[in-house]
């Protein structure tokens, strides 16, 4: 029994550091789906002033409805952890009760047969009444240990219902805290189902705007493609240029004439190799914010069999935010982007980064800069809902990548 009895509890202590490690896990989670619901939130509200419905309004809706359900689900996890947490406590509760039942039940006896022995003998003539005196010696010896086992007994019983008594609260503490989650998720669940009702509505009054919506998509893909072809001429210039130079540095040292190649200094190596080696691992250019247009070809959030092909991505973020570069590296370029504000590249080894859509940019070309620094002030369409949204692209030479491979999303 008693062998059991300890098998169970290093059973119990295994599942509670278990525990212990995916609350942390959950809390984590919890933590992040919370922020970006505040973030979004914060983003809905920057849109109220304009009682219309439009992309903008719909496309922060959807990601708030996204959000939402993030962190009812992380509310749900945690319900299902907190019941885990209650079956073990009361697993454990049960295992102390028997525990005690049983201590309770050998000490009674105990008592018992020590109330008959002492009818028919009395503890002094049991030593007295030895032949020599070892004998004596080993019966107060043993009138000793007993004492000291009965002791030991009444000291057990009182470990246990400190124990139990511990264990109670902490299934009432388990058992409260499932109540106030169950309330959070309940009223989290009615918040969904009315932005929900807010979605289909705005979605509805859009598809009657369906041929306004078509003239300013295609206008925005215009703009795009002129982006990205000034950016791929600038790239290509620039690395042209590069060549240039490493043609014209081997002629004066007399080496044999090759095709123009670019080779990067020791620390432009060292700069590129930790790029590569952080992939996927890499800041969101903004201190807060969503990808609110992924890259490749995107469907159009309202309107049927109407597509955009985006070389980069959106991260739409609160007014006022700033552009920060995803690593370290050199601005190479900084230049005005007819519909698309200001734009700075940034070079790391042979990959760039391009930042565009700034109104106020705190780099000049050939500054040094490190991870996180800022760059410039994002452009805020006070015509748009306070709009606020960079447009980040990746190149590795002159090949475009997608940046979301790129970013810890």
């Not at 295994?14 to 983003?43: D, H, P, V, W, Y």
């Not at 009223?187 to 078509?214: C, F, G, H, P, V």
């Not at 447009?391 to 997608?402: A, C, G, H, R, V």
Request: charged share 30%; aromatic share 8%; proline share 2%.
């Amino acid at each position: 029994m008693q062998r059991f009895f300890c098998f169970s509890l290093l059973v119990l202590l295994c599942s509670s550091l278990c525990f212990g490690q995916s609350i942390k896990e959950l809390e984590r989670r919890k933590k992040q789906a919370m922020e970006q619901l505040a973030l979004t939130n914060k983003l809905l509200e920057e849109t109220k002033k304009s009682k219309q419905s439009s992309v903008n309004k719909i496309n922060i809706l959807k990601r708030n409805i996204r959000e939402r359900q993030a962190y009812i689900n992380s509310l749900s996890i945690e319900i299902d952890t907190i019941e885990k947490n209650i079956t073990g406590v009361r697993t454990e509760k049960t295992a102390l009760e028997k525990k005690l039942n049983t201590v309770k039940q050998e000490y009674t006896e105990l008592i018992r047969a020590t109330n008959i022995r002492r009818k028919h003998f009395s503890p002094i003539l049991f030593v007295f009444s030895a032949s020599n005196f070892s004998e004596a010696f080993r019966r107060f010896r043993y009138l000793q240990e007993f004492s000291n086992y009965r002791k030991k007994q009444v000291a057990e019983m009182q470990n246990l219902t400190a124990q139990l008594a511990a264990k109670e609260q902490d299934l009432i503490t388990n058992l409260s805290a499932k109540e106030q989650v169950m309330n959070s998720k309940t009223k989290e669940t009615k918040k969904l189902q009315t932005d929900q009702a807010k979605e289909n509505k705005m979605y509805a009054s859009l598809k009657q705007k369906e041929q306004k919506l078509k003239k300013d998509q295609k206008a925005q893909q215009k703009r795009a493609n002129e982006l990205n072809a000034r950016i791929q001429k600038l790239i290509a210039e620039e690395i042209k240029k590069e060549e240039e130079r490493a043609r014209q540095k081997a002629s004066q040292e007399g080496k044999q004439e090759t095709a123009p190649q670019y080779v990067m200094s020791k620390e432009e190596q060292l700069i590129a190799g930790n790029f590569e080696k952080n992939k996927g691992k890499l800041p969101l250019p903004v201190e807060k914010g969503f990808v609110s247009g992924n890259f490749g070809i995107q469907p159009h959030p309202v309107l049927s069999h109407v597509t955009t092909n985006n070389k980069g991505i959106y991260i739409q973020t609160p007014s006022g935010s700033d552009a920060r570069a995803i690593f370290e590296g050199v601005v190479t370029q900084r230049f005005m982007v007819p519909g698309s504000n200001s734009a700075v590249i940034v070079k790391h080894g042979i990959y760039r980064s391009v930042y565009t859509n700034l109104t106020e940019i705190y780099v000049k070309e050939g500054d040094k800069l490190s991870t996180k620094q800022k760059i410039g002030k994002i452009f805020t369409d006070t015509e748009n809902e306070n709009k606020t949204e960079l447009y980040l692209m990746i190149y590795k030479n002159t090949s475009i990548e997608n940046p979301e491979l790129w970013l810890a999303l």
